[in-house]
């Protein structure tokens, strides 16, 4: 494979989309920046002669198969694919509708899951790609207020650790990237959607939550252009790590949640190693 190679990005008309798209513009690359509304992903990338923008609602299995055409015709080939499409539906589990949960869930895991399955066909006749996927620490360690989006994320996590095996005969790699707090639009208006506040017993803490984080929004102490460059060199080595933690608070949280899984391990040790049948 050549240094150059052709990059698919989802979510790519804001936030860490434009960041990833841009760093790999920057290295060299194709991109392929696909969003909802192609004209602003483009407006917010700039034009670049090895930039294609393409329209790509995650949710719809068509558009992704669209997208990919589009891809092969512009390009001829895919070599990166980041899942990377995002929202958060924030709130209290009770207080969140089941259409919200499901929402959640058909952007954040069924959505890469529609373009993954329409970016295999091209890695597999390549045998080569690398499937990068921009997973949370709340994939990795679930928290208050995240219930939504941390079932989603736990399910990106077991999806993705699962099809590594599938697909590494094949010449094609998997990697989940895990954020803590960036300065993205992850916190704002445009993408965060609080739960309505209609159970007393949630009530205080539902206030001092939105508070918290919408005080938090645009004060992260993430840089997403580091994060991007970091990504671009991290997807050029010849075996990308299956798992990075982004960022010191990320590192912590993965540190805090081996801890404890060793913790709960021993607890019971004895009572677990002796469910066996009596021979």
């Not at 804001?14 to 513009?25: C, E, T």
């Not at 080569?128 to 709340?138: Q, R």
Request: with cysteine; proline share 4%.
């Amino acid at each position: 494979m050549s240094t150059r190679k052709v990059w698919f990005v989802t979510g790519a008309g804001r936030g860490l989309g434009v960041d990833i798209a841009k760093a790999a513009l920057a290295a060299g690359h194709a991109v392929v920046a696909a969003g909802r509304d192609p004209r602003k992903v483009e407006a917010a990338i700039g034009r670049h002669e090895n930039l294609l923008a393409t329209r790509l609602d995650v949710t719809r299995a068509a558009d992704a198969m669209a997208a990919v055409e589009a891809t092969l015709q512009r390009f001829g080939r895919i070599d990166v694919l980041v899942n990377n499409a995002g929202n958060f539906f924030a709130g209290f589990f009770e207080e969140l509708s089941d259409e919200q949960v499901r929402s959640q869930m058909e952007t954040l895991l069924f959505g890469p899951m529609n373009v993954t399955r329409a970016a295999l066909p091209v890695m597999r006749q390549q045998r080569s790609g690398l499937l990068l996927t921009i997973s949370s620490t709340a994939g990795i360690a679930g928290g208050m207020f995240c219930s939504a989006y941390a079932a989603a994320k736990f399910g990106l996590e077991g999806w993705t650790e699962s099809l590594a095996p599938e697909v590494a005969p094949l010449g094609i790699r998997t990697m989940l990237v895990e954020p803590g707090f960036f300065r993205t639009e992850l916190l704002t208006t445009g993408s965060t959607v609080f739960a309505q506040p209609s159970i007393d017993d949630y009530a205080e803490r539902s206030r001092e939550t939105v508070a918290a984080w919408s005080g938090m929004s645009g004060k992260q102490g993430g840089d997403p252009a580091k994060l991007a460059r970091s990504l671009v060199q991290l997807a050029s080595l010849p075996e990308p790590p299956a798992r990075f933690a982004a960022g010191g608070d990320a590192v912590q949280s993965f540190e805090a949640k081996a801890h404890s899984l060793l913790a709960q391990a021993n607890a019971h040790r004895d009572l677990s190693n002796s469910l066996a049948i009596d021979d």
